[in-house]
Nanobody, 118 residues
Framework: QVQLVESGGGLVQAGGSLRLSCAAS????????MGWYRQTPGNQRELVAR???????NYADSVKGRFTISRDVAKNTAYLQMNSLKPEDTAVYYC????????????WGQGTQVTVSS
């Protein structure tokens, strides 16, 4: 079992930056991929960015060029650097991780609120 704890959310003006952190309770070396999702009221959770164990990344089109996902294996932590924030980035952001060991194990954090004011 891996627990994920997000931090770094808050209120920021449009054009500003925030960095989200996702600390895992166990080594992320065996984690196949970690990602950030976001959700707004009445909508489905959507993938924002993902990083695999090999370091490959992918991003939602809406955040390409503005957000950067990274991870520090030594600290068991993943990050999401968010620049040039827009009001439409306002959402609850969730950290996600999964590993495959015969079956798929998926883990979620509790979420952190990001609010971008215009």
């Amino acid at each position: 079992q891996v627990q994920l704890v997000e931090s770094g959310g808050g209120l920021v003006q449009a054009g500003g930056s925030l960095r989200l952190s996702c600390a895992a309770s166990a080594s992320i070396f065996s984690i196949n991929a970690m990602g950030w999702y976001r959700q707004t009221p009445g909508n489905q959770r959507e993938l924002v960015a993902r990083i695999t164990r090999s370091g490959s990344t992918n991003y939602a089109d809406s955040v390409k060029g503005r957000f950067t996902i990274s991870r520090d294996v030594a600290k068991n932590t993943a990050y999401l650097q968010m620049n040039s924030l827009k009001p439409e980035d306002t959402a609850v952001y969730y950290c996600n991780a999964y590993r495959v060991d015969g079956v798929i194990y998926e883990y979620w954090g509790q979420g952190t609120q990001v609010t971008v004011s215009s």
